[in-house]
């Protein structure tokens, strides 16, 4: 007889026939909040420092797990999806003893500006493999966002590492352009 995993009833999202966590048909991934005063893994920053553009520092950018940062690569710069924009939608749930429920299900547009290395992170962002390949962190998911929070704009929307939903989406225009000045613009 085999046996069935114990469900938690905080993580909504509910692994498919590949062990791939989903709701209501969606890719979910994992997220927590980083606070980081550097320019990040697209060079969002003064070209020859590591000072950030104040833009990639208060604004909804992510830094996201390093196989989807390099679409399945282990690039840690220039990624194949720097400058990507990203809609997160809460599902109401959270991975047990790491976060909470949010407040809404409201999505939000987040730019990638920065990667979430394998090594140093294994927990949350180390996924071996490209979304789409079944290869999952520890806590059941294909993709895991790391969110800017240096000006307090995630903890704004009162995420706690919430479980989202995400989907490829276009950049609203105040972030495509900013992105514009980074040294990565022109790579992928």
């Known amino acids: 007889m085999s046996t069935v995993p114990?469900?938690?009833?905080?993580?909504?999202?509910q692994p498919d026939s590949r062990g791939v966590r989903r709701f209501n048909g969606k890719p979910c991934a994992s997220t927590t909040r980083y606070v980081d005063g550097h320019k990040g893994a697209c060079g969002c920053g003064q070209k020859g420092s590591d000072t950030p553009f104040p833009w990639n520092i208060q604004k909804h950018?992510?830094?996201?797990?390093?196989?989807?940062?390099?679409?399945?690569?282990?690039s840690l710069w220039c990624g194949r999806n720097c400058g990507k924009c990203v809609k997160l939608t809460p599902t109401g749930g959270f991975v047990p003893g790491k976060g909470n429920a949010p407040p809404n299900h409201n999505p939000v547009v987040f730019q990638v500006t920065n990667a979430c290395p394998i090594n140093g992170n294994e927990e949350w962002c180390g996924i071996s493999g490209a979304p789409g390949t079944g290869h999952v962190n520890s806590h059941g998911y294909e993709v895991h966002f790391d969110l800017q929070d240096q000006v307090g704009q995630v903890e704004a929307l009162h995420w706690d590492n919430p479980e989202v939903t995400w989907e490829e989406t276009s950049c609203p225009g105040d972030l495509q352009s900013n992105y514009q000045q980074c040294e990565c613009h022109n790579s992928g």
């Open 6 to 13: 114990l469900l938690e009833a905080a993580q909504l999202c």
């Open 61 to 74: 950018v992510t830094a996201p797990s390093e196989r989807y940062f390099d679409g399945g690569g282990s």
